[in-house]
Each structure stands twice: as structure tokens, then as C-alpha cells.
């Protein structure tokens, strides 16, 4: 290996030997990077003619090569306490998450707030969320803050609750009941206000290690005044632009009016005024807007917090200000308010501008035809989460319990918006599902409901491509010549070509094909293992003993 690189000229890198995805050269076996960027992709025999003119020679010895994976929507500090912190997801019964609070607080005696997440009463024997006087003994009294795995709802001790003034009078407060609304957010807000910069920090550092240890290059950070706070969101675009690691582009969901809330968002390093800018909430926590009342809760439809006017204001000022628009949308009767909300503003500033903004819906789950055509028309990019399918669909599933089969069955219509050309982005919504991109592009390509579901290569293509055109940018998330060096190596089996339509050939081997192979991600078998992670041409994760 040589080291000839100099000031003057970047440092160039020869993969070779391997299987390179790319759409360039559906054959490709090697790539050349020089410096941050793809600089040639072909076959073995024409890498010779490279291989004494590079700085280093990675043989790939069988591994695959994809762009870097993009999350187009997670929430770094909190994935980062979740890893380092208290988890309940993995529970088994209320009764041992009841432990699992009394060993964290016995082992964090400094903390001032206890933190955690992931419960789900649902999952439980028991079917019940921990009371009061529970919350109160496994905390030891002190202050205990945990959300529901959804992260719309939350259980907090006595003591927690006592740092709210004025809580009971909150919408969303019951005495004991999970908090929702006004009354959780006012508790979130003052239970992330005891973290110091060093937690933060901490925790930020550990879920972009993470991620890159997943083959994650880009994560779209959904931060918001409701969700975590203007430090947390400057503390964690500074941390990733000084330190290696996925890129981390950052969304603000504050609803904006005028030319100068816009200035602000853009202060704050923001790439636009969207993410969890919330025009509903969730299903788990019965509080996504919907046209019907809820199957298992008839007194209830869901919180509308964002009307069609407001959607209105909020695009029309984000269009003419230059920047991104976007809402968390889930029930059928927010997403309704959030498209006639933008061609509102189309009509506002012009239908044009409003569609080369590419502004964009968070989950959008509960769409029917008229809200699908109007998210083409209106050029929306869907940022959706195949793991809450995996998580909460099917016939026994969360879905089915709030809406019903029949209603549960229309969610998340992944195949629908590829047909209507709606762009598509995958995401995680980590800590809500776990960090996971080939675990979320197998639940795109088997769906729960079979005329849902998606190939392998078009679910890829969206936590790839898709995570960068989301943004705005149609030059990244591919291996071409000219591309950011963003890119993964994974150790994996065959290769294949694999549909989820069964009316045709499910998958083909045949190179004559033409089109690239991916891993073969049938239900029940092992994810490709991740053994490094380039960002702009520098290594970010390399799995030890490789």
C-alpha cells in the first residue's frame, strides 16, 4: 500500500474484487474513490489499469458495495439514551419493566430525572399501563419520566409531575392516565431540560456510531420545540460537523408565518421547517385525526392540531422563503388537511414553486386515493416507516385493535404511491423502531398486506436515493462517477433479483438480466452484516476483526 496523496491532490482508494452496486454498471466488481467522491465504477479486468496509480488497494474478497443507507427520519439524542439508557421495548410483562426501573434508578443515583422509553401496555399479560404508586415505588420517589413506544404519550412519576406548574390544567392531563397533548409536552420539555451538554453529547455520539455500524450515512434529524429543544439541535449539527460519522441534516418543526420565522429556522442550521411539525398525533395513543371514531375508543377521533389553513400559512411562507416545508400526518382526516392545506398555498404562490420545494409528510400512513393523487400532484415526497407495519400490522396487530381489520388493512399503501409517483424516503422514527435499514426494506417487500408491498430494489432505492432527493438533491445516494463517496461494504449471500408479487417470478439469478442484485431478504433470514462505512470518502465504522 503507498501513501503518495498530497495536499495538492486528493487520495485515491481501488475496491476491487467484489459485487458494486451500482446503475452505471450492472456488472460492476470494482469502484475508484478519489477523495470524497466516486471517480470510476467497471469490471475486474479494467481495474488493472488503476491498480499503480492509487494510493491504497481494498481487495473486497466477495462484499457487496451500496450506497450508504440515509434514515429520513429519526431522533438522534433520544435513539442516543435509548442505546445508553432505560429501554423498555424488550419487556416482556409490565411487572419487569417495573424491574428494569428499579435497577436503572438504583444504578443512576446522580441522575436528577430518570429517563426511558419504549413501553407498550399492549404487549403486556397484564394489558395495562403501570399506575401512579407504581411509577412512584420502582423510581424510589424520584422524578421518572417514560414514553410509550410511539413517543405521543407518556407515563411520569409524582415527583416528575411536580416540576410542572399548572400540569392538571393542561389539555392531554388525566390524574392517571398516560399524559397526551399540551400536559406531555410541557413534561417532556421540562424532563429533557435537566439533561446536561455531557448526556446530550453522550448520547448523540452513541446513535451515530450506531448508525454507522448499520451502514447508515445520512440521518434527518426531526427535532421541533415540542420534541427537544434548540440546544439539542445546534449541540448536534456542531458534533457532526466536527466529528467523523453520518452526515446529519436537521428539520425544524415550527410552524412559520412569515419571512422572519423562516430567517430563524435557517440560523439554527436547519435544511427547512418540517419533520414532527405535527398535525395529529398517533394511533397507539388514540390521538391520530381520523374521519371515523377509533374501533376501541367509539367516544374518540384523534386531536386535530393543524387545519387546513394553517397548513396554508405554514407553505406558502416556507415556499417563498426557499425552504422545506413539512407535518407529521398519520390519520386519514390530518393527511386530508394537510393536502388541501398545500394546494392552498399553490394557489397562494403558485403551484410550480410549491412543487419544486419538495415538501414533504412524515409517516402518512392512513391515505386513501384522493390524498395519494393529491400527493402527486402537489410532488409531496412521503417519508414513511416500514417498521411500523412490521411492528403494528396484520390481522392481530396494534392497527387492527384502534381501527379495526378492515381500516388497518389500507395502511402504509407503499405500492400505491410508487404507481401514483410519489417519492418515497424510509426511515426508522428511532427510538419509536429501531435503526434498521435492511430490516426496513424487507417490511416494504413483505408488508403485511400483500398488494402493499413493494420490491427489494424499489424499497432500496428509497433508503438510499430517496433519503437524498428528499432533501433536494438528486446527486447522491447512488454509486456513480461524480457522486459523494457515501458507500457501505457488506458480507452477505447470494444475490438476487427479488419481487414481492407472486403473480410473477419472484426472483431471477440470471446476470443476463442486466439489473443489479441485492441480498436475498426473505422473512426469517439474516440481514447482511455491515463491515465498514465511508462518508465523503471517510471511514466512519469498520467492524473489528475484518
Not at 91 to 114: F, I, N, Q, S
Not at 413 to 437: E, I, K, Q
Not at 449 to 463: D, K, L, N, Q, Y
Request: charged letters at 20%; hydrophobic letters at 40%; glycine letters at 10%.
Amino acid at each position: 500500500m503507498s501513501d503518495s496523496a498530497t495536499p495538492s491532490r486528493p487520495r485515491t482508494l481501488l475496491l476491487r474484487g467484489g459485487e458494486v452496486h451500482s446503475p452505471a454498471d450492472p456488472f460492476a466488481t470494482a469502484m475508484v474513490v478519489e477523495g470524497d467522491s466516486i471517480a470510476w465504477i467497471g469490471s475486474e479486468g479494467a481495474a488493472d489499469s488503476f491498480a499503480d496509480g492509487v494510493d491504497e488497494v481494498v481487495q473486497l474478497d466477495g462484499a457487496l458495495v451500496t450506497p450508504a443507507f440515509t434514515d429520513a427520519h429519526v431522533h438522534t439524542t433520544a435513539t442516543g439514551l435509548a442505546l445508553t439508557g432505560l429501554d423498555l421495548s424488550g419487556a416482556p410483562t409490565l411487572a419487569d419493566a417495573l424491574a428494569r426501573v428499579r435497577a436503572y434508578a438504583k444504578a443512576r443515583p446522580d441522575d436528577r430525572v430518570l429517563l426511558g422509553t419504549g413501553w407498550d401496555a399492549h404487549a403486556w399479560p397484564e394489558q395495562r399501563h403501570p399506575g401512579r404508586a407504581e411509577l412512584d415505588e420502582a423510581s424510589g420517589g424520584r422524578p421518572l419520566y417514560l414514553t410509550r413506544i410511539d413517543v405521543h404519550s407518556a407515563l411520569a412519576s409524582t415527583a416528575m409531575l411536580d416540576l410542572v406548574p399548572d400540569l392538571t390544567t393542561r389539555a392531554g392531563y388525566r390524574p392517571d392516565a398516560p399524559l397526551t397533548g399540551d400536559a406531555h409536552h410541557a413534561v417532556r420539555e421540562a424532563a429533557y431540560a435537566t439533561l446536561t451538554e455531557r448526556q446530550r453529547t453522550e448520547a448523540q455520539r452513541a446513535a451515530r456510531a450506531h448508525a454507522a455500524s448499520l451502514g447508515i450515512g445520512a440521518l434527518h434529524e426531526c427535532a421541533g420545540p415540542d420534541i427537544s429543544g434548540e440546544d439539542d439541535l445546534r449541540g448536534l449539527l456542531a458534533l457532526a460537523a466536527e466529528e467523523p460519522g453520518p452526515r446529519v441534516h436537521g428539520y425544524w418543526a415550527e410552524h412559520l408565518t412569515s419571512a422572519k420565522d423562516a430567517a430563524r429556522v435557517r440560523e439554527l442550521g436547519a435544511v427547512g421547517a418540517a419533520g414532527d411539525l405535527f398535525a395529529d398525533g398517533s394511533l397507539g395513543s388514540h390521538t391520530a385525526h381520523l374521519c371515523a371514531p377509533y374501533a376501541d375508543a367509539p367516544h374518540t377521533s384523534g386531536s386535530a392540531l393543524l387545519d387546513a389553513e394553517a397548513v396554508a400559512a405554514h407553505v406558502a411562507a416556507c415556499t417563498e422563503a426557499g425552504i422545506q416545508a413539512g407535518f407529521h400526518a398519520i390519520g386519514d382526516a390530518a393527511l386530508q388537511a394537510v393536502t388541501a392545506g398545500v394546494r392552498g398555498a399553490a394557489e397562494r404562490v403558485g403551484l410550480a414553486r410549491v412543487r419544486a420545494a419538495r415538501h414533504r409528510v412524515e409517516h402518512a400512513e392512513m391515505l386513501t386515493e384522493q390524498t395519494i393523487a393529491d400527493f402527486a400532484d402537489l410532488a409531496l415526497t412521503a417519508s414513511v416507516q416500514p417498521g411500523f407495519d412490521a411492528a403494528w400490522g396484520g390481522a392481530d396487530g396494534m392497527y387492527a385493535r384502534r381501527l379495526g381489520v378492515e381500516r388497518a388493512a389500507t395502511l402504509n399503501p407503499y405500492a400505491a404511491l410508487l404507481r401514483a409517483g410519489v417519492p418515497l424516503a424510509l426511515g426508522s422514527d428511532s427510538p419509536v423502531t429501531p435503526l434498521g435499514p435492511w430490516e426496513a426494506i424487507r417490511a416494504a417487500a413483505f408488508h403485511h398486506t400483500h398488494e402493499h408491498r413493494i420490491s427489494v430494489r424499489g424499497a432500496f432505492t428509497a433508503h438510499t436515493r430517496g433519503g437524498w432527493r428528499a432533501l433536494g438533491r438528486d446527486d447522491a445516494g447512488v454509486l456513480v462517477p461524480g457522486a459523494p463517496a457515501d458507500y457501505a461494504l457488506w458480507r452477505t449471500g447470494q444475490l438476487i433479483v427479488q419481487a414481492p408479487d407472486t403473480r410473477v417470478a419472484n426472483w431471477s439469478t440470471d446476470p443476463r438480466s442486466g439489473t443489479p442484485g441485492l441480498p436475498d431478504l426473505t422473512p426469517g433470514g439474516q440481514v447482511p452484516v455491515c463491515l465498514r462505512t465511508v462518508v465523503g470518502g471517510r471511514t466512519v465504522y469498520a467492524r473489528p476483526d475484518e
